[in-house]
């Protein structure tokens, strides 16, 4: 039982470029989210998910796509990336019934955009 | 809209000492709050929330919806509780988390 596993790491990006943060999680959790940390701000929220086709915004939607074809997994798009986008970005599940935002984490993607 | 406030980035204590970290809310409805923690190297993950009732790690926190406030207490702090500390806000029938800005523990020797 892995939990949520992000990839990658760390990723440098330069302006205007396109990548993909993949989240997978394999506890059968509906609900999956993506959150940016950033300092003084804490985390907001970006996109998230209530199950496979569902998908909904968040805080900061602009600048990223996300889609959600099977239970397990969650990847968060940015498709011209900019500097505001420098962030650390966690991907976090759980249940949707009365484990319902008992969030478990993944252990973050930092990404810088230069 | 919901909100959750934590005016203090940084708290700082020395052991033994009573820690208590603030947070506030708004929203109209009935909320549910949570306590997050993120220890250095660690994941963020759940300390406690208020519908269970219970102290984990020796801190509680209790819901006090005429103040919209949610603090967490513990009266003798412990190095080991450095960490950052995010409270979440839960308001009505979606799943969405809004988190506060965080406050930064730190617990002197």
Known sequence: ?114 | AQRVTQPEKLLSVFKGAPVELKCNYSYSGSPELFWYVQYSRQRLQLLLRHISRESIKGFTADLNKGETSFHLKKPFAQEEDSAMYYCALKGGSNYKLTFGKGTLLTVNP
């Open chain 1, 1 to 114: 039982n892995a939990g949520v596993t992000q990839t990658p790491k760390f990723q440098v990006l330069k302006t205007g470029q396109s990548m993909t943060l993949q989240c997978a999680q394999d506890m059968n959790h509906e609900y999956m989210s993506w959150y940016r940390q950033d300092p003084g701000m804490g985390l907001r929220l970006i996109h998230y998910s209530v199950g496979a086709g569902i998908t909904d915004q968040g805080e900061v939607p602009n600048g990223y796509n996300v889609s959600r074809s099977t239970t397990e997994d969650f990847p968060l798009r940015l498709l011209s990336a900019a500097p505001s986008q420098t962030s650390v970005y966690f991907c976090a599940s759980s249940f949707t019934g009365s484990g319902a935002n008992v969030l478990t984490f993944g252990a973050g993607s930092r990404l810088t955009v230069l």
